[in-house]
Antibody, heavy 119, light 106 residues
Framework: EVQLVESGGGLVQPGGSLRLSCAAS????????MNWVRQAPGKGLEWVSYISSSSSTIYYADSVKGRFTISRDNAKNSLYLQMNSLRAEDTAVYYC????????????WGQGTMVTVSS | SYELTQPPSVSVSPGQTASITCSGE??????ACWYQQKPGQSPVLVIY???KRPSGIPERFSGSNSGNTATLTISGTQAMDEADYYC?????????FGGGTKLTVL
Protein backbone atom coordinates (compact mmCIF):
# COMPACT_ATOMS: atom_id res chain seq x y z
CA GLU A 1 0.00 0.00 0.00
CA VAL A 2 1.29 3.44 -0.93
CA GLN A 3 1.57 5.39 2.30
CA LEU A 4 3.04 8.50 3.88
CA VAL A 5 3.23 8.79 7.65
CA GLU A 6 4.22 12.05 9.33
CA SER A 7 5.63 12.37 12.83
CA GLY A 8 7.38 14.89 15.03
CA GLY A 9 4.62 17.38 15.70
CA GLY A 10 3.88 18.79 19.11
CA LEU A 11 3.75 21.86 21.30
CA VAL A 12 6.67 24.27 21.06
CA GLN A 13 7.28 27.77 22.40
CA PRO A 14 7.64 30.76 20.08
CA GLY A 15 11.19 30.95 18.81
CA GLY A 16 11.68 27.24 19.28
CA SER A 17 12.49 24.47 16.80
CA LEU A 18 10.92 21.25 15.67
CA ARG A 19 11.81 18.60 13.11
CA LEU A 20 9.06 16.82 11.22
CA SER A 21 9.56 13.48 9.50
CA CYS A 22 7.58 11.71 6.80
CA ALA A 23 8.09 7.99 6.25
CA ALA A 24 7.20 6.71 2.79
CA SER A 25 6.31 3.15 1.86
CA UNK A 26 4.77 1.20 -1.00
CA UNK A 27 6.48 3.11 -3.82
CA UNK A 28 9.96 4.02 -5.10
CA UNK A 29 10.48 7.09 -2.95
CA UNK A 30 13.63 8.19 -4.76
CA UNK A 31 11.69 8.64 -8.02
CA UNK A 32 9.24 11.25 -6.76
CA UNK A 33 9.26 14.89 -5.81
CA MET A 34 7.90 15.67 -2.35
CA ASN A 35 6.24 18.59 -0.64
CA TRP A 36 5.12 19.90 2.71
CA VAL A 37 1.69 21.53 2.93
CA ARG A 38 0.13 22.96 6.07
CA GLN A 39 -3.36 23.85 7.21
CA ALA A 40 -4.00 26.20 10.13
CA PRO A 41 -7.03 25.32 12.28
CA GLY A 42 -10.20 26.10 10.35
CA LYS A 43 -8.25 27.52 7.41
CA GLY A 44 -7.30 26.48 3.90
CA LEU A 45 -4.29 24.68 2.50
CA GLU A 46 -0.93 26.47 2.32
CA TRP A 47 2.04 25.05 0.46
CA VAL A 48 5.27 25.18 2.47
CA SER A 49 8.11 23.59 0.54
CA TYR A 50 9.13 21.39 -2.41
CA ILE A 51 12.10 19.10 -2.96
CA SER A 52 13.02 17.29 -6.16
CA SER A 53 13.72 13.57 -6.24
CA SER A 54 17.48 14.04 -6.02
CA SER A 55 17.33 17.07 -3.68
CA SER A 56 18.89 19.20 -6.40
CA THR A 57 15.98 21.64 -6.50
CA ILE A 58 14.29 23.10 -3.42
CA TYR A 59 11.63 25.79 -3.13
CA TYR A 60 10.03 27.50 -0.15
CA ALA A 61 7.00 29.67 0.45
CA ASP A 62 7.96 33.23 1.35
CA SER A 63 6.33 32.78 4.76
CA VAL A 64 8.91 30.17 5.82
CA LYS A 65 11.97 31.06 3.76
CA GLY A 66 15.05 31.36 5.94
CA ARG A 67 13.40 29.56 8.87
CA PHE A 68 12.44 26.15 7.50
CA THR A 69 14.65 23.59 5.75
CA ILE A 70 13.36 20.68 3.70
CA SER A 71 15.50 17.59 3.14
CA ARG A 72 15.17 13.94 2.23
CA ASP A 73 17.06 10.68 2.68
CA ASN A 74 16.24 8.39 -0.23
CA ALA A 75 18.08 5.49 1.41
CA LYS A 76 15.70 5.75 4.37
CA ASN A 77 12.59 6.60 2.31
CA SER A 78 12.14 9.66 4.44
CA LEU A 79 11.32 13.35 4.06
CA TYR A 80 12.09 15.98 6.70
CA LEU A 81 11.18 19.53 7.61
CA GLN A 82 13.41 21.37 10.05
CA MET A 83 11.48 24.29 11.49
CA ASN A 84 13.35 27.03 13.37
CA SER A 85 12.31 30.39 14.83
CA LEU A 86 8.74 29.16 15.08
CA ARG A 87 5.91 31.67 15.35
CA ALA A 88 2.32 31.43 16.48
CA GLU A 89 1.22 31.67 12.85
CA ASP A 90 3.08 28.45 12.09
CA THR A 91 0.49 26.55 14.13
CA ALA A 92 -1.07 24.07 11.73
CA VAL A 93 -1.45 20.49 10.66
CA TYR A 94 1.55 19.69 8.47
CA TYR A 95 1.09 17.22 5.64
CA CYS A 96 3.71 15.63 3.47
CA UNK A 97 2.51 15.05 -0.07
CA UNK A 98 3.94 13.21 -3.06
CA UNK A 99 4.22 15.00 -6.38
CA UNK A 100 2.72 13.41 -9.45
CA UNK A 101 4.98 12.28 -12.27
CA UNK A 102 4.44 15.64 -13.95
CA UNK A 103 5.15 17.40 -10.65
CA UNK A 104 2.03 19.52 -11.05
CA UNK A 105 -0.18 17.93 -8.43
CA UNK A 106 0.03 16.03 -5.15
CA UNK A 107 -1.38 12.57 -5.48
CA UNK A 108 -0.61 10.98 -2.11
CA TRP A 109 -0.97 12.73 1.25
CA GLY A 110 -0.08 11.68 4.75
CA GLN A 111 -2.46 11.90 7.67
CA GLY A 112 -0.77 15.03 8.97
CA THR A 113 0.98 15.99 12.19
CA MET A 114 -0.11 18.89 14.38
CA VAL A 115 2.33 21.64 15.30
CA THR A 116 1.25 24.11 17.97
CA VAL A 117 3.39 27.16 18.68
CA SER A 118 2.36 28.70 21.97
CA SER A 119 3.80 29.84 25.26
CA SER B 1 2.28 37.18 -5.87
CA TYR B 2 -0.01 34.88 -7.81
CA GLU B 3 -3.50 34.31 -6.44
CA LEU B 4 -6.26 31.81 -7.09
CA THR B 5 -9.80 32.87 -6.18
CA GLN B 6 -12.64 30.48 -5.37
CA PRO B 7 -16.19 31.17 -4.17
CA PRO B 8 -16.41 30.43 -0.42
CA SER B 9 -19.46 28.23 -0.82
CA VAL B 10 -21.57 26.44 -3.42
CA SER B 11 -24.84 24.63 -2.81
CA VAL B 12 -26.36 21.91 -4.96
CA SER B 13 -29.31 19.54 -4.74
CA PRO B 14 -28.65 15.79 -4.83
CA GLY B 15 -28.48 14.50 -8.39
CA GLN B 16 -27.82 17.95 -9.86
CA THR B 17 -24.60 19.36 -11.31
CA ALA B 18 -22.24 21.39 -9.16
CA SER B 19 -19.67 23.74 -10.65
CA ILE B 20 -16.84 25.25 -8.65
CA THR B 21 -14.68 27.92 -10.25
CA CYS B 22 -11.09 28.94 -9.65
CA SER B 23 -9.84 32.21 -11.11
CA GLY B 24 -6.30 33.42 -11.66
CA GLU B 25 -4.41 35.49 -14.19
CA UNK B 26 -3.78 33.38 -17.30
CA UNK B 27 -4.63 30.25 -15.32
CA UNK B 28 -5.41 28.53 -18.61
CA UNK B 29 -1.71 28.63 -19.42
CA UNK B 30 -0.96 26.56 -16.32
CA UNK B 31 -1.95 23.06 -15.22
CA ALA B 32 -4.73 23.25 -12.65
CA CYS B 33 -5.70 20.53 -10.23
CA TRP B 34 -8.37 20.01 -7.60
CA TYR B 35 -8.50 18.41 -4.17
CA GLN B 36 -11.42 17.24 -2.07
CA GLN B 37 -11.12 17.42 1.70
CA LYS B 38 -13.72 16.07 4.10
CA PRO B 39 -13.76 17.10 7.78
CA GLY B 40 -10.93 15.56 9.75
CA GLN B 41 -9.39 13.94 6.68
CA SER B 42 -6.41 14.61 4.44
CA PRO B 43 -6.96 16.13 0.99
CA VAL B 44 -7.59 13.80 -1.95
CA LEU B 45 -6.58 14.63 -5.51
CA VAL B 46 -9.68 14.48 -7.75
CA ILE B 47 -8.48 16.26 -10.92
CA TYR B 48 -4.98 16.93 -12.24
CA UNK B 49 -3.61 18.51 -15.42
CA UNK B 50 -6.88 20.43 -15.82
CA UNK B 51 -9.13 17.47 -16.63
CA LYS B 52 -7.53 14.12 -15.77
CA ARG B 53 -8.97 11.87 -13.08
CA PRO B 54 -6.69 9.78 -10.87
CA SER B 55 -7.62 6.13 -10.64
CA GLY B 56 -10.42 5.55 -8.21
CA ILE B 57 -12.05 8.94 -8.71
CA PRO B 58 -15.64 8.61 -9.99
CA GLU B 59 -16.43 9.70 -13.53
CA ARG B 60 -18.88 12.30 -12.22
CA PHE B 61 -15.85 14.48 -11.42
CA SER B 62 -14.54 16.46 -14.40
CA GLY B 63 -12.46 19.56 -14.95
CA SER B 64 -11.70 22.23 -17.50
CA ASN B 65 -9.34 25.18 -17.69
CA SER B 66 -9.32 28.05 -20.14
CA GLY B 67 -8.52 31.74 -20.07
CA ASN B 68 -8.47 32.87 -16.46
CA THR B 69 -10.77 30.20 -15.03
CA ALA B 70 -10.57 26.54 -14.11
CA THR B 71 -13.78 24.72 -13.30
CA LEU B 72 -14.48 21.57 -11.33
CA THR B 73 -17.77 19.98 -12.32
CA ILE B 74 -19.52 17.27 -10.34
CA SER B 75 -22.35 15.64 -12.28
CA GLY B 76 -25.09 13.81 -10.43
CA THR B 77 -23.82 15.13 -7.12
CA GLN B 78 -24.16 12.76 -4.20
CA ALA B 79 -24.35 13.43 -0.48
CA MET B 80 -20.87 11.93 -0.12
CA ASP B 81 -19.48 14.73 -2.30
CA GLU B 82 -20.15 17.30 0.41
CA ALA B 83 -16.67 18.59 1.27
CA ASP B 84 -14.22 21.43 0.86
CA TYR B 85 -12.63 21.70 -2.58
CA TYR B 86 -9.33 23.42 -3.33
CA CYS B 87 -7.81 24.33 -6.67
CA UNK B 88 -4.03 24.45 -7.06
CA UNK B 89 -1.48 25.48 -9.65
CA UNK B 90 2.23 26.17 -9.95
CA UNK B 91 3.40 29.70 -10.61
CA UNK B 92 7.09 29.53 -11.49
CA UNK B 93 8.73 28.06 -8.36
CA UNK B 94 5.73 28.45 -6.08
CA UNK B 95 2.67 26.32 -5.46
CA UNK B 96 -0.54 28.26 -5.02
CA PHE B 97 -3.79 27.00 -3.53
CA GLY B 98 -7.16 28.65 -3.86
CA GLY B 99 -8.92 29.61 -0.66
CA GLY B 100 -11.28 26.66 -0.86
CA THR B 101 -14.97 26.19 -1.59
CA LYS B 102 -17.37 24.47 0.77
CA LEU B 103 -19.76 22.33 -1.27
CA THR B 104 -23.07 21.74 0.46
CA VAL B 105 -25.42 19.08 -0.88
CA LEU B 106 -28.96 19.82 0.26
Amino acid sequence: EVQLVESGGGLVQPGGSLRLSCAASGFTFSSYTMNWVRQAPGKGLEWVSYISSSSSTIYYADSVKGRFTISRDNAKNSLYLQMNSLRAEDTAVYYCARGTVGRDAFDIWGQGTMVTVSS
Amino acid sequence: SYELTQPPSVSVSPGQTASITCSGEKLGDKNACWYQQKPGQSPVLVIYQDSKRPSGIPERFSGSNSGNTATLTISGTQAMDEADYYCQAWDSSTVVFGGGTKLTVL
